[in-house]
């Protein structure tokens, strides 16, 4: 009996000591006058103890496989949770009456995957909450990714058990801005010199030319100098930058033509699309057109494809915490009239394209230059009268030179924001600034924009979209947002 008791009192000891040093999930349930203080919760692999005022004789557990009891005591009983699920605990006094039943809960071990969830996601204000056989997660996180790090982590724990109640903090809609800035510049020059001699002797004909000038029969200076356009001596006056004199005496006519012709020319390129998405969404953006093009079928028919061309933008952004990822291909083509062939009576033209496409991370505000071209092509050339173009001085008039560079500057600059939704008072539309004509202005006034007068609801607007809204066309314009 003395055994007995010791053994009594150590298990008693045991499971005392076991809720102290696994945490405070396991809880100690008294039974006062036949009812129960509240419903038992067992954390699963873990023991709590029962105690009742009064002295029981039988106890059973309706599921042996959701959680297992013994006895301490006559008036204590230890009860380990084996699976996640409910049962009820039944006591039964020595008359055989009912002391009462016990509601036992048994739950996943959430202590030990808050502990996980705090050093693997420090910062973030996760709650983990038992419900029946599985997990809720609820709270706010900073950010996608850490969302799904803490659902990976708690499937540890409850295999397609978690429910997820969480939300993501912060703004999660990303507006990008891209920026297309192209510059072409092209210098050609050329120098040419041409001399004719014409010469009458025994009534005909004879003469020479050299530089780039072709002889012409004839017996008087103007001839030298024809304006057909098989000859490239030229009178004054009929060419740009072309200069001719001649002089003629007696049986001999002398004419000398020089060309100088410099030409320059430069373009510039500028689009600038803007879009806006949500996190982990994908987005399109086209502003140009569709350009028909012929393809020929294996049976010989002909069915006509569209290929877009105009500004395109397709990008998808991630928000991970404070920095934003972003899969990006833009581009910029348009129709270019100087290539393509013609077969069958189609005309295609090609298309002259800048595109670029890459992923990069960066921080709300910042922006990256992604993509960078320059070009420099440079071409030259000399022809002349072998012999005579090579006599120092005089050999100038022998021959001719030219040469032609083209520069071009590409540069694709993206920047990213966290933007968030606004009231539709506090944007502005160029289309704003202006309204239709009345009969009036447009007939009598000659006018065929009328600006927004006091009436209008976007001249009345304040703000900054105020502002943009009352100015003309000469100012800025675009979007403005708060």
């Known amino acids: 009996m003395k055994l007995r008791s010791l053994m009594a009192a150590g298990l008693l000891g045991l499971a005392a000591f076991i809720p102290h040093i696994e945490g405070a999930a396991a809880q100690t349930l008294r039974v006062m006058a036949g009812s129960a203080s509240s419903s038992l919760k067992v954390p699963m692999n873990r023991a709590v103890v029962v105690e009742s005022d009064?002295?029981?004789?039988?106890?059973?557990?309706?599921?042996?496989?959701?959680a297992d009891i013994s006895t301490l005591s006559e008036r204590t009983i230890y009860v380990l949770g084996k699976a996640p699920g409910r049962t009820t605990l039944t006591l039964l006094a020595p008359d055989g009456s009912l002391i009462t039943n016990v509601e036992v809960q048994v739950t996943p071990d959430i202590s030990e995957l808050k502990e996980r969830l705090r050093e693997v996601l420090p910062g973030e204000h996760i709650e983990v909450r038992p419900a029946n056989d599985g997990l809720?997660?609820?709270?706010?996180?900073?950010?996608?990714?850490?969302?799904?790090?803490?659902l990976d982590l708690a499937q540890r724990y409850a295999p397609q058990r978690v429910s997820n109640l969480m939300t993501v903090g912060g703004s999660q809609q990303v507006m990008l801005k891209v920026r297309f800035a192209e510059m072409n510049r092209s210098v050609s020059k050329s120098l040419s010199a041409s001399v004719g001699v014409n010469g009458i002797s025994g009534g005909g004909d004879f003469g020479t030319v050299g530089g780039s000038g072709t002889y012409i029969d004839g017996n008087n200076l103007s001839n030298l100098f024809d304006g057909d356009s098989s000859t490239n001596i030229t009178r004054s006056g009929e060419s740009t930058g072309?200069?001719?004199?001649?002089?003629?005496?007696?049986?001999?006519?002398?004419?000398?033509?020089?060309?100088a012709l410099e030409?320059?020319?430069?373009i510039r390129t500028l689009a600038e699309p803007n879009l806006t998405a949500l996190s982990g969404q994908n987005a399109e953006f086209l502003a140009g057109g569709e350009y028909p093009v012929p393809v020929a079928?294996?049976?010989?028919?002909?069915?006509?494809?569209?290929?877009?061309?105009?500004?395109l933008l397709n990008?998808?952004?991630r928000v991970i915490g404070k920095n934003i990822n972003?899969?990006?291909?833009?581009?910029?083509?348009?129709?270019?009239?100087t290539i393509g062939f013609t077969d069958a009576g189609f005309t295609v033209n090609g298309f002259r394209t800048r595109s670029t496409s890459t992923t990069v991370e960066m921080r709300d505000g910042e922006s990256f230059a992604i993509a960078g071209l320059l070009q420099d092509d440079f071409t030259d050339g000399i022809s002349k009268v072998p012999w005579?173009?090579?006599?120092?001085?005089?050999?100038?008039?022998?021959r001719s030179a030219d040469y032609q560079r083209n520069q071009s500057e590409l540069v694709i600059i993206v920047s990213a924001h966290l933007v968030s939704p606004t009231t539709g008072e506090a944007l502005a539309l160029p289309t704003d600034r202006v309204r239709p004509p009345t009969e009036r202005e447009l007939f009598l006034g000659g006018l065929d924009a009328a600006p927004a007068g006091a009436g209008s609801t976007r001249a009345s607007t304040k703000g900054g979209a105020g502002e943009v809204a009352r100015q003309d066309f000469s100012g800025s314009y675009g979007y403005v947002m708060e």
């Open 54 to 66: 009064e002295a029981f004789a039988e106890l059973s557990i309706a599921n042996p496989g959701i």
């Open 136 to 150: 809720i997660l609820s709270g706010i996180v900073s950010s996608a990714a850490s969302l799904d790090r803490a």
């Open 242 to 259: 072309a200069i001719s004199f001649g002089f003629g005496g007696s049986n001999v006519e002398l004419a000398i033509l020089l060309e």
């Open 263 to 266: 030409t320059r020319g430069f």
């Open 297 to 311: 079928n294996d049976n010989g028919s002909v069915t006509v494809d569209f290929k877009p061309f105009g500004i």
């Open 315 to 317: 990008f998808t952004p």
């Open 326 to 337: 972003l899969r990006l291909t833009a581009e910029v083509s348009g129709v270019d009239t």
């Open 388 to 398: 005579l173009g090579d006599i120092p001085i005089l050999g100038t008039l022998f």
